[in-house]
């Protein structure tokens, strides 16, 4: 059984990292010419997190930017690899939230209608 706190068996994993981004919303990594994957892929061993991991490791973080009118993100890593998350609540009404951003010194939450919150991180 999972020991207290694990997240085994859970479909989050709860991690305490010094960089982290959780999509709620559409997600897909490809390059100039290839879609890699996306949040419909397979999740089973050997599917999904076996492609991402092969896809970025070793690679490094270009830039970060999250453009109006709905603050999709994209994440631009060396080796011409994109990590796109695209904002699926633009409803001005929705709170839904689309995606996270952990950095070592601030959390960004982007939801519905574009809105965007930025906080200073507090680590536990």
């Given at each position: 059984?999972?020991?207290?706190?694990?997240s085994e068996?859970s479909?989050?994993?709860?991690?305490?990292?010094?960089?982290?981004?959780f999509?709620?919303?559409?997600?897909?990594?490809?390059?100039?010419?290839?879609?890699?994957?996306?949040?419909?892929?397979?999740?089973?061993?050997?599917?999904?997190?076996?492609?991402?991991?092969?896809a970025?490791i070793?690679?490094?973080?270009?830039?970060?930017?999250?453009?109006?009118?709905?603050?999709?993100?994209?994440?631009?890593?060396?080796?011409?690899k994109?990590?796109l998350?695209?904002?699926?609540?633009?409803?001005?009404?929705?709170?839904?939230?689309?995606?996270?951003?952990?950095?070592?010194?601030?959390?960004?939450?982007?939801?519905?209608?574009g809105?965007?919150?930025?906080?200073?991180?507090?680590?536990?």
């Amino acid at each position: 059984s999972p020991s207290p706190g694990s997240s085994e068996g859970s479909p989050l994993r709860m991690n305490d990292c010094e960089y982290s981004v959780f999509a709620w919303d559409p997600w897909r990594i490809e390059t100039a010419t290839d879609e890699v994957c996306t949040w419909m892929d397979d999740r089973s061993k050997g599917g999904i997190s076996d492609r991402i991991l092969s896809a970025l490791i070793g690679s490094h973080i270009i830039r970060v930017t999250a453009d109006r009118p709905a603050f999709d993100l994209t994440i631009e890593f060396s080796e011409g690899k994109c990590l796109l998350v695209f904002n699926g609540t633009a409803r001005e009404d929705s709170d839904e939230r689309s995606w996270d951003l952990s950095t070592p010194d601030q959390e960004f939450e982007v939801s519905g209608g574009g809105r965007i919150n930025v906080d200073p991180r507090a680590w536990d």
